[in-house]
């Protein structure tokens, strides 16, 4: 199973004061402290083991913040630490450009934080995933399953990359 997985707010946590992560408006110094959510880089390294390295990070930002997403998954290891490398990194304009990426890579399943990607990605990917807290009174979308840390994504996740692992080993 190939999955896509978001970063700002997904990846990395968000500030506990408002709905974005801290790490947008500050310094770059203020950027590296931003940790990871709780979680994310073992779940991360789990699926990417089970699905066969078939994981891309797919994130909506412009060249500043791309520079600095990168900068910080340096910073905190991201690659030694789950195993996906900097070539699975995927970085669009604008938000419906993330279906067209998942398109182009065959994504089966994506993780984000946003409704709308939710809804960009109807009929695109079969398994996607709401992250995280939601606003009060977010409607989520038919077929889109709330997750509200990583632990529930692999609860989500890995038996469904399992049992696709098994029916391509028996193909």
Same mark, same amino acid.
């Given at each position: ?40 880089? /073992?779940?991360? $390294?789990? !699926? =990417? +083991?089970?699905?066969?390295? @078939?994981?891309w ?58 409704? /709308?990607?939710? $809804?960009? !990605? =109807? +009929?695109?990917?079969?398994? @996607? ?10 409607v ?5 399953e ?25 193909r």
């Amino acid at each position: 199973m190939k999955i896509g997985i978001d970063i700002g707010r997904v990846i990395i946590k968000p500030a506990e004061t408002n709905h974005d992560t801290s790490f947008l408006s500050g310094s770059d110094a203020d950027a590296m402290r931003t940790p990871p959510s709780e979680g994310a880089f /073992d779940a991360i $390294r789990r !699926l =990417h +083991g089970a699905s066969g390295g @078939r994981i891309w990070l797919v994130s909506k930002c412009g060249a500043r913040i791309e520079s600095r997403s990168r900068a910080w998954l340096a910073h905190w290891d991201f690659t030694e630490r789950t195993g996906v490398t900097p070539d699975r990194f995927r970085f669009c304009k604008k938000r419906p450009d993330k279906a067209i990426i998942a398109r182009e890579l065959g994504l089966e399943a994506f993780v984000d934080d946003r409704v /709308d990607i939710a $809804r960009h !990605l =109807h +009929g695109v990917v079969e398994h @996607r995933l709401l992250f995280g807290p939601q606003k009060r009174g977010t409607v989520v979308p038919t077929g889109v399953e709330p997750v509200s840390d990583w632990a529930e994504v692999l609860d989500v996740l890995l038996p469904r990359v399992t049992a696709a692992s098994k029916h391509q080993v028996a193909r």
